[in-house]
């Protein structure tokens, strides 16, 4: 069974920095890779980017590149994100989760999410 | 960015009916579109990938269909456990981007 767990809930004050781990399970981690989704209130989910878990390599969206970093530990079979520079509009549910690349097969999966609060 | 599309946001229906649910995008992806179910307060589940492939664990009842910027999500009889909110999402250009969602509610 494919499965992400992520950490817990984090309260943050602004300006500071989130840093959240998913580990994955069930399937062939370095072939696929990890992306992290933010979700706000009520808002439709937003890519905030991937890692490839065989090389490290990392493609982050315009909109967190100045802010995020994800990195991997391959024995450890996990993904780390963290964003730095929080503010109020950062509150939001953050899932790891596999998503269709090509057409082809892959293990459909999504961590349980890890609700951020940013309030100071 | 690609722009995805679902309008209604929210639809009625009642047990036992079909339900189409549609998603456009601001232009052509092929067929590189997926589909989640979300419930409250849950993350969301993927349903179909390449605009119509079941992943293993999704029921028949579930189908996908259509390419280039017009697709549609059909659940062929509804049962209580589909109540939920549906997301549309286009994998072709990067980033990928997700419809804003259609809420399935009970009639």
């Known amino acids: 069974e494919v499965q992400m767990v992520q950490s817990g809930a984090e309260v943050k004050e602004p300006g500071a920095t989130v840093k959240i781990s998913c580990r994955a399970s069930g399937y062939t981690f370095i072939d696929h890779y990890m992306h992290w989704v933010q979700q706000a209130p009520g808002r439709r989910p937003e890519w905030m980017g991937l890692i490839d878990p065989e090389d490290g390599k990392t493609t982050y969206a315009e909109k967190f590149k100045s802010r995020v970093t994800m990195k991997v530990d391959r024995p450890a079979r996990t993904v780390y994100m963290e964003l730095s520079s929080l503010r109020s509009e950062d509150t939001a549910v953050y899932y790891c989760t596999t998503l269709a690349w090509n057409n082809n097969p892959y293990p459909a999966g999504w961590g349980q999410g890890t609700p951020v609060t940013v309030s100071s | ?107």
């Open chain 2, 1 to 107: 960015d690609i722009q995805m599309t679902q309008s209604p946001s929210s639809l009625s229906a009642s047990i036992g009916d079909r339900v189409t649910i549609p998603c456009r995008a601001s232009q052509s992806i092929g067929n590189y579109l997926a589909w989640f179910q979300q419930k409250p307060g849950k993350a969301p589940k993927s349903l179909i990938y390449a605009t119509s492939r079941l992943h293993d664990d999704v029921p028949s009842k579930f189908s996908g269909s259509g390419s280039g910027t017009d697709f549609t999500l059909t659940i062929s009889s509804l049962q209580p456990e589909d109540f939920a909110t549906y997301y549309c999402q286009q994998y072709h250009t990067y980033p990928p981007t997700f419809g804003g969602g259609t809420r399935v509610e009970i009639k």
